[in-house]
């Protein structure tokens, strides 16, 4: 799959093939595993295969805010851990754990809070 950097500085991607990093508007050609791509689609970074991904316009970073919700956060976690454990910190603060199932847990519980 084609995917280009929409950002002003340089991303990275875990490829099958193993890291690569894309600089300022360059497109790659690369295969992804599921879990990888679901996390780059995320960042709002990338295009892929000329269409930006789904969550590029919601996609605030740190700039503006823009938490998921515990279910999306929750649908990282099968990606990079840190990403995941970034956007789990969002949610959770300084009470995040260091271990995924811990996190999956505190995640969980914070899901089925009114």
Same mark, same amino acid.
């Given at each position: 799959?084609?995917?280009?950097?929409?950002?002003?500085?340089?991303?990275?991607?875990?490829?099958?093939?193993?890291?690569?990093?894309?600089?300022?508007?360059?497109?790659?050609?690369?295969?992804?595993?599921?879990?990888?791509?679901?996390?780059?689609?995320?960042?709002?970074?990338?295009?892929?295969?000329?269409?930006?991904?789904?969550?590029?316009?919601?996609?605030?970073? $740190?700039?503006? =805010?823009? &938490?998921?919700?515990?279910?999306?956060?929750?649908? #990282? /976690?099968?990606?990079?851990?840190? %990403?995941?454990?970034?956007?789990?910190? $969002?949610?959770? =603060?300084? &009470?995040?754990?260091?271990?995924?199932?811990?996190? #999956? /847990?505190?995640?969980?519980?914070? %899901?089925?809070?009114?």
């Amino acid at each position: 799959m084609k995917v280009t950097n929409n950002q002003a500085g340089p991303r990275g991607l875990n490829t099958k093939a193993g890291p690569v990093l894309v600089d300022p508007g360059q497109t790659v050609d690369v295969e992804m595993e599921a879990a990888e791509l679901k996390v780059a689609e995320a960042t709002g970074w990338f295009s892929f295969n000329g269409k930006d991904s789904a969550k590029s316009d919601a996609f605030q970073g $740190k700039e503006g =805010g823009g &938490a998921k919700s515990p279910a999306e956060v929750i649908a #990282l /976690a099968d990606g990079n851990f840190m %990403a995941f454990k970034s956007e789990a910190k $969002k949610l959770l =603060g300084d &009470a995040t754990p260091d271990k995924k199932d811990d996190i #999956l /847990a505190a995640l969980e519980d914070l %899901a089925t809070q009114p």
